[in-house]
């Protein structure tokens, strides 16, 4: 069946960076886009951007550019977060999310800022 | 940025009653395809959002019929029949329509 599975909860001090990522198995991968959201803790959800599963070209949301990445390793599959230069606001789970709708979901990784 | 607006419930609200949840958007979601592009997800206590409906009110695979979602231009709703206890958890509409993508802050269902 169709999952993503993503890598597991990270803890960085402020100024650190962070490489999460995002393993889709169980259809083309190309045949979707995919896509990040955070979610900070007790919060609601917020969509940060995308990338084209096809040709690697990433979209980000004003409030995600500079110091986030998308990339891809397409021949496993993979899609990556990383986040550059951690601060305390970066303190979130992040969900990986592809397919029609948004229909499938990663079972989110929780990064921890802390000094 | 379209703003999403979701209304509240009048929780808790009584197992096999039935309970809508409003979602507005500032800019209608029809796109020129003529398809309306909106989510609607259920995040259930330390889970990851599940989608419930697209494309306004198309069903996502495996999704009880007891959840449907209506609406046009920039209203919206999703009634949930017959709540049971497996429904608890935070709704979240998502516009589609345009980038960026943006979700509404969520409306909890308590069942009672």
């Known amino acids: 069946q169709i999952q993503l599975v993503q890598s597991g909860p990270e803890l960085k001090k402020p100024g650190e960076s962070v490489k999460i990522s995002c393993k889709a198995s169980g259809y083309t991968f190309t045949d979707y886009a995919m896509h990040w959201v955070k979610q900070a803790p007790g919060k609601g959800l917020k969509w940060m951007g995308w990338i084209n599963t096809y040709t690697g070209k990433p979209t980000y949301a004003d409030d995600f550019k500079g110091r986030f990445v998308f990339s891809l390793e397409a021949s496993a599959s993979t899609a990556n977060l990383q986040i550059s230069n951690l601060k305390n606001e970066d303190t979130a789970t992040y969900f990986c999310a592809s397919g029609e709708g948004f229909a499938y979901w990663g079972q989110g990784t929780l990064v921890t800022v802390s000094s | 940025d379209i703003v999403m607006t979701q209304g509240a419930l009048p929780n808790p609200v009584p197992s096999g009653e039935s309970a809508s949840i409003t979602c507005r958007s500032s800019?209608?979601?029809?796109?020129?395809?003529?398809?309306?592009?909106l989510n609607w997800f259920l995040q259930r206590p330390g889970q990851s959002p599940q989608l419930l409906t697209y494309?306004?009110?198309t069903r996502a695979s495996g999704v009880s019929e007891r959840f449907s979602g209506s609406g046009s231009g920039t209203y919206f709703t999703l009634k949930i029949s017959r709540v049971r206890a497996e429904d608890a958890g935070v709704y979240y509409c998502q516009q589609v329509r345009e980038y960026p993508f943006t979700f509404g802050s969520g409306t909890k269902l308590e069942i009672k």
């Open positions: 494309w306004t009110s």
């Open positions: 800019k209608s979601l029809v796109y020129k395809d003529g398809k309306t592009y």
